[in-house]
């Protein structure tokens, strides 16, 4: 069929087709969500198990391993890997990549509910799906002249019903560092005097403290409901109660103790700004759009009127929408760019301005019509969808240049507008359509890409794929209805042909001398593959690209067991250097909590520092970073530090390997798994560029009581009765609240901190017996002093230690070799084994996966060039530019310090179909000409060239500008597809050379041989 005859006849419906696809991509880019990344399908489930303050030791034994061991026989389960320490457990369950992670989600939960019954009482479970919805999108922090209770009060009674409200929003989670309570200060005397305990108090307030329903009433036809209540309504009323009867004399609580209002027992510290804080994290839905909430969260904060004093004040710490906004932003003018860049080089070669806009109009096209259907398939306007279409900028307006060209070479020849159109077209369309082919086909085995690597790219296949499709529609059906409308023969400039004769007479004196030559070409053709092969070893390498967001995380340890207080005291110096530094924006800093889903010990926490904008600032973050580390070091003993950038933490947590060094040692006894590490670490510290290193952690300071049974038992106590008692000496009760409007207040029995902190008085602890006699605890159990384990990590239920640093000015790939090295001069002792993990492991797995995907995509193009040439010869010519043109890729890499990653490879893939569509394009044309116009081989081969070398200069140099914006990389989010860009850059300029005069001697040389 004549598709140019058949468009000519509907021209109108072609017309009307274009309209609508335009307006519903114009409508679909007002309405697409935006995101940073595209929806990104971790297969990762969190469990956090919290159960008082046990040892590490104690919920190794009775909770994370029963929790381990039932998430193991989940169906689909990869890796279990489970981190304890004092109270609190975190099992970490890695599935298949290809895992329905509802359904998994759901497998986990109902295993997880089958051994609760074996775990200790009161020990609470959480069952996580680990996606990006869990960290925040936006940070705020509320400071004010007003006690820190009430601060935490205020962001979480008022602001987070509000925020919560905000369409898109998911989880708003508030960390204060004090939370009110109704402190009920027992009197040590006072209490033993009357014979009581805590645990008695305790038990007598919750008693009170009821309101139980007891039946119905049937009055005046109506039904009552019967309630009996002593809830409390005040703190007289709490001071009123009754705990104890002597005789006919009831004992109140007033006197044996003091209520009042107080604050619990610190264990989290919360600043904003080097001030006392309410920190607010908003988290978004699955599928919502981060420009849209947050701008909703900002207007309502703004307008939040007299809902809290006007003494407080609310502030930004950290905002993924400024980030995501810029990117978009800078991405959005790298496709502009590219595009103006991409239309001029049409102009200075056909020197004629209506055909330049002719072949133009594929442009905003196909860019546009492709949203309608990122609309379509339910995707995001994110970095990688907008990174597909800036890529696409020069490749959508290849297919229009190839046949604008050929239309414009015949009106040359003197023929009507409506004959070129039709005959230009006719004469390309099976180049066409094969060249797009082959650059279509690559995305197909990526559709076998799994995890992170095929989620970030999936997005950028379906831009950049449909872009495509869509340009080379556009360029058989619209373009030549163009044509043919607005072309005349006049169009032809004289110009235009003085400009490109000269071209045309180099490239003849070069073909023809490269096939009287055929020798020395193949020599040095042969001579660069051995230069890529020296280039390819050169190359450093990585795993995903680092971005500037403008922020950073500083996640710190203090010595185990450094109290509360101290931990502030060192990190006030912190704070204070970090607002000394004149980029610094806001910050945050937790003390006993992190970003994200995570256990936390008390002397571990992070700053979370916003920067100010790039314009504001003289240095990269990278640049602030290690200054900050510097000062640390030099100025601040006693602490261990680590820097991350924010969304490379939230990238690292989600995948369960935030370090790119990670060093896992496996054994059965932790005394020498630790003499291993300290032998290791040692010789890690010293590789140069490892920095941030974190080995094991020593023990938590302890004071155990070995209670005797059998002293107790003659008491009438049990063990646990007694550790009951001094659990509620030492850290109060708390089993019932008091009833405020809209929030309840829990009430704490407790000793005076004089008395329940003074160490001196441990051994004197008082013991109520169940006859009622007062024992000091020191007389039933012996006291001793030790160091208890830290943290306990376990991997496959086998113990294991991690050993973990980060990188300063060194690539992965080095770094790991001299980890390897290390490794290997190691005597390991008898039953220890190692692994190497963290992003090296995640680097190595995606490398494997995209080889896979390369090597499919070359059988693909191949596949597609011997159904366009019905030969296997012409199709071996002409893919044998794409690995010939690797040469172009190293050296690019190597000369811009590009290290070889993710990106990187996926820019090597996608250059794979586009160096073979000029090849396409050239040899249609020769076999044209030898076999149907009889020319010889060589004559076929020099006049082909002479025709094609137009079309074919100037879609590569399109392609070539279109990228230039991407490559120089510039602005927020840029760094992402900047190795892409370069990789498909330096592999199309040479390749452009391997087609135009290696290919034409390796194809006569294989033609004279056959």
């Not at 015949?410 to 099976?430: C, I, V």
């Not at 659990?727 to 019932?736: E, R, V």
Request: aromatic share 6%; with cysteine; glycine share 8%.
């Amino acid at each position: 069929m004549n598709v140019v005859r058949f468009c000519q006849r509907n021209r109108y419906a072609v017309y009307l087709l274009t309209a609508f696809l335009a307006a519903a991509g114009l409508f679909s880019v007002f309405v697409l969500p935006s995101n940073i990344y595209p929806e990104l399908n971790f297969p990762r489930i969190l469990i956090l198990a919290h159960s008082g303050d046990l040892a590490p030791e104690v919920m190794l034994l009775t909770v994370a391993r029963p929790l381990e061991e039932s998430a193991s026989t989940v169906l689909g389960v990869r890796r279990v890997r489970s981190k304890t320490i004092r109270g609190a457990a975190e099992i970490s369950v890695l599935f298949s990549p290809n895992m329905d992670m509802q359904y998994a989600l759901q497998l986990v939960q109902a295993r997880i509910s089958e051994a609760r019954s074996s775990l200790p009482p009161d020990t609470e479970v959480v069952v996580e799906r680990v996606t990006p919805a869990v960290f925040p999108v936006l940070s705020l922090i509320l400071n004010g002249h007003v006690p820190s209770q009430e601060l935490r009060d205020y962001a979480f009674y008022i602001l987070r019903p509000l925020f919560s409200r905000v369409p898109g929003v998911g989880r708003v989670e508030v960390q204060a560092t004090d939370t009110r309570e109704i402190a009920v200060i027992v009197d040590p005397q006072k209490a033993l005097s009357h014979r009581l305990s805590l645990v008695e108090v305790a038990d007598r307030l919750r008693a009170t403290n009821q309101v139980t329903s007891v039946g119905r009433l049937q009055k005046d036809y109506l039904q009552y409901l019967v309630l009996t209540t002593g809830q409390f309504a005040n703190l007289e009323e709490i001071r009123n109660t009754v705990v104890a009867v002597e005789g006919q004399a009831p004992v109140r609580l007033r006197d044996i103790a003091e209520v009042r209002e107080g604050v619990e027992d610190r264990r989290t510290l919360i600043t904003g700004n080097g001030q006392p804080a309410a920190l607010i994290n908003i988290s978004r839905q699955i599928g919502g759009n981060i420009l849209q909430i947050a701008g909703d969260i900002k207007q309502g904060a703004a307008n939040l009127g007299t809902a809290i004093p006007s003494t407080l004040r609310l502030s930004v710490v950290y905002d993924l929408a400024e980030f995501v906004h810029s990117a978009i932003a800078n991405v959005r003018d790298a496709i502009l760019l590219g595009a103006v860049l991409a239309v001029l080089i049409l102009f200075v070669f056909l020197r004629e301005g209506r055909t330049t806009l002719i072949a133009a109009t594929s442009l905003p096209l196909s860019v546009i019509g492709t949203f309608f259907f990122v609309k379509l398939f339910g995707g995001t306007v994110n970095l990688m969808s907008l990174g597909g279409l800036a890529i696409a900028i020069g490749l959508v307006i290849d297919d229009a240049v190839v046949v604008i060209e050929n239309i414009y070479r015949h009106l040359g020849l003197g023929e009507s507008p409506p004959q070129a159109a039709e005959l230009g077209t006719r004469e390309l369309l099976g180049a066409v359509v094969g060249s797009t082919a082959t650059t279509l086909v690559v995305f197909l085995p990526l559709g076998l890409l799994k995890g992170v690597v095929g989620d970030f790219f999936s997005a950028l296949c379906l831009t950049l794929g449909v872009s495509v499709l869509l340009s080379l529609v556009f360029a058989v059906t619209f373009i030549p209805l163009l044509s043919q409308r607005f072309l005349s023969p006049g169009a032809h400039r004289v110009s235009s042909e003085r400009f490109i004769e000269p071209v045309y007479r180099a490239y003849e004196r070069a073909v023809r001398w490269a096939l009287g030559h055929r020798r020395r070409v193949v020599a040095v053709t042969a001579a660069s593959v051995l230069l890529g092969v020296f280039l390819y070893t050169r190359l450093e390498t990585g795993f995903l690209p680092e971005m500037d967001e403008g922020g950073y995380v500083l996640d710190y340890w203090t010595p185990p067991g450094t109290s509360l207080a101290e931990t502030d005291r060192i990190l006030r110096q912190i704070e204070t250097r970090i607002q000394r530094m004149p980029e610094t924006g806001s910050f945050s800093r937790r003390t006993g909590a992190e970003l994200g889903l995570f256990v936390t010990e008390q002397n571990k926490g992070d700053f979370l520092v916003k920067m100010k904008p790039r314009s504001q600032r003289k240095r990269s973050t990278d640049e602030v970073i290690a200054d900050l580390r510097s000062q640390i070091q030099q100025n601040v003993p006693g602490i261990q530090v680590e820097f991350i950038k924010i969304l490379q933490d939230m990238i690292g947590d989600l995948e369960g390997s935030p370090e790119p060094v990670e060093i896992k040692l496996f054994g059965d006894s932790m005394p020498v798994l630790a003499q291993a590490a300290e032998e290791i670490g040692a010789k890690i510290q010293k590789i140069p560029g490892i920095v941030d290193y974190k080995g094991i952690l020593k023990g938590n300071p302890e004071i155990i009581f070995h209670v005797d049974p059998a002293l107790a038992g003659r008491l009438g106590l049990t063990v646990d009765q007694v550790s009951q008692q001094v659990s509620a000496g030492l850290l109060g009760l708390t089993q019932t609240s008091f009833r405020e409007a809209d929030r309840t207040v829990g009430i704490r029995v407790r000793f005076p901190d004089g008395f329940r902190m003074d160490y001196a008085n441990i051994r004197q602890y008082p013991i109520v017996t169940a006859s009622k006699q007062i024992v000091p605890l020191g007389s039933i159990a012996q006291v001793e002093e030790a160091r208890g384990a830290t943290q306990l990590n376990r991997e496959n239920q086998r113990l294991m230690v991690a050993l973990t640093a980060r990188l300063e000015n060194r690539d992965l790939g080095s770094a790991i070799r001299d980890v390897q090295r290390v490794m290997h001069e190691v005597r390991l002792p008898l039953g220890c084994t190692y692994e190497i993990g963290g992003q090296y492991e995640s680097q190595q797995s995606s490398f494997r996966d995209l080889l896979r995907v390369l090597c499919l995509a070359l059988a693909a193009v191949f596949t597609v060039l011997v159904i366009q040439f019905r030969s296997f010869r012409p199709a071996l010519i002409i893919l044998s530019a794409a690995p010939l043109s690797l040469v172009g890729v190293f050296a690019m890499l190597e000369l811009s310090a590009t290290p070889l990653n993710v990106s990187s490879f996926m820019g090597i893939i996608l250059m794979m179909g586009l160096v073979v569509k000029n090849g396409i394009i050239l040899f249609e044309s020769v076999h044209r000409l030898w076999v149907e116009e009889k020319l010889s081989l060589d004559e076929a081969l020099v006049a082909a060239g002479r025709i094609r070398v137009r079309p074919i200069l100037m879609t590569t140099l399109a392609t070539l500008f279109g990228l230039l914006p991407l490559a120089l990389g510039l602005g927020a989010g840029a760094e992402l597809q900047k190795p892409l860009a370069l990789a498909v850059i330096g592999g199309l300029l040479l390749s452009t050379f391997i087609t135009l005069l290696v290919m034409p001697v390796l194809y006569s040389l294989l033609e004279r041989r056959a």
